[in-house]
């Protein structure tokens, strides 16, 4: 089975400061791994996954991720966090076999962008 | 170009009654998949169709049932409501269902308010 843990499931930072949200997850076969972010009374958009190769991922909006094996880690960055960037931001798990029709996501992390 | 849309976008049921939930997937993409979430949750999945035949089902009880139509739309349908199936329900569409590395896109989602 696999599962995704946010920690944290509020983050306040000031404008221009670094945003940092954490996931780890659990799986018994190599994850592909996402970000999605929603916006209030809005559907999920992805912001970058992981599925093989390179371990730090780019994505949209300036955010980053870096995929860690040995720390089963898939931390979401941004250098400067900007006041559109305040939404909830879900970590997700699926797998290259087995139950790979599905994602499976964690709580949920609000992020606050205070001016 | 149309993202995946679903309708309705908001409704309020009665304990016991039946709801039918819709959702028309991006031009091309032949997997729809739904998901439930909770509020202050993350999503949780449902089910899967990929080429009118269900890949996959989450761990959600009988009352929750769900096709596929010819045209790749899908309808999700759920019987004798409880108030704990208030949620936001989200589908999503791939252009394949085999592969959790293929992007899946979201739909804003069905508020569902069940009293």
């Known amino acids: 089975a696999q599962s995704v843990t946010q920690l944290g499931s509020h983050v306040s930072v000031s404008e221009g400061a670094l945003v940092l949200l954490r996931c780890n997850y659990s799986?018994?076969?190599?994850?592909?791994l996402f970000w999605y972010v929603q916006y209030p009374n809005q559907g999920l958009q992805l912001l970058l996954k992981?599925?093989?190769?390179?371990?730090l991922v780019k994505g949209i909006n300036g955010f980053e991720a870096e995929f860690k094996k040995s720390e089963t880690s898939f931390h979401l960055t941004k250098p400067s966090a900007h006041m559109s960037d305040a939404a909830e931001y879900f970590c997700?798990?699926?797998?290259?076999?087995?139950?790979?029709?599905?994602?499976?996501f964690g709580k949920g992390t609000l992020l606050t962008v205070n001016p | 170009d149309a993202g995946v849309t679903q309708s309705p976008t908001h409704l309020i049921k009665t304990r016991g009654q039946h709801v039918t939930l819709r959702c028309s997937p991006i031009s091309g993409h032949k997997s729809v998949s739904w998901y439930q979430q909770v509020l202050g949750q993350g999503p949780q999945f449902i089910f899967q169709?990929?080429?009118?035949?269900?890949?996959g089902r989450g761990n959600f009880p009988d009352r929750f049932s769900a096709r596929q139509f010819p045209n790749y739309s899908s309808e999700l349908n759920v019987n004798a409501l409880l108030l704990g199936d208030s949620a936001l329900y989200l589908c999503?569409?791939?252009?394949?269902?085999?592969?959790?590395?293929?992007?899946?896109?979201f739909g804003q989602g069905t508020r569902l308010t069940v009293v």
């Open positions: 799986s018994s076969v190599p994850p592909y």
């Open positions: 999503a569409s791939k252009i394949r269902g085999e592969n959790m590395n293929t992007e899946a896109f």
């Open positions: 997700a798990v699926s797998s290259s076999g087995g139950s790979n029709y599905k994602l499976t």
């Open positions: 992981y599925t093989t190769g390179a371990t």
């Open positions: 169709y990929y080429e009118k035949e269900e890949r």
